[in-house]
């Protein structure tokens, strides 16, 4: 094995078919209890989900961040979207993040912890940053979706620049950001399982 590997380039990434993704069909939005609580038992049963948190953008030096506005947690058949400003979600959210049964898997999570960690004060239990995953097998720069989906799927996974630094305080997000948020985790998930079978 050499040692260290490189990713896929822009250009070479850019020439790829999509990735398959979640459709709208298969993202829901938590906005009540009832809601949370169906959440909350569909994915403690699903043991690995494909996890990621998103915030509303600083523009000002110095300027702290009030996030994670939003936490996304995917299955291989859908995504559950929480808002952090729907207080009745908070007790799934907390549950979610603190069980050491529910494998949560994801990219570079290290910003997204130490968020959750100043705006719920928790550290969540069992992540598997999938940085890490690709660093032990040769990838000297972090790996990111694009990357890993690139290479493992060779498919071209879309991530708009402009949603990205959207503004994901909104009370009611676009189906753009929805979708967005959703594939993210999902493509951790679909990730993590490509590297098990891989090993096997």
Known sequence: MPSH???PHKTD???LEPFDGLGMERVFVVTELRQAEIALEELLRAGQVGFDTESKPTFQRGQVSEGPHVL?????EKAFIFQSHC??????IMELLRSTELMKIGFGLGGDLHQISNRFGIQPGSIVDLDRSFKQLGYRNAVGAKSAVAM????????SKSVTTSN????????????????DAYAALKVFHALQEAEK
């Open 5 to 7: 590997k490189i990713t």
């Open 13 to 15: 990434i850019a020439a």
């Open 72 to 76: 996304q947690f995917a299955t291989t």
């Open 87 to 92: 207080v009745e979600s908070h007790p799934a």
């Open 152 to 159: 493992l799927f060779n498919r071209r996974f879309l991530k």
């Open 168 to 183: 994901w305080a909104l009370k009611e997000l676009t189906d753009r950001q929805l979708l967005y948020a959703a594939n």
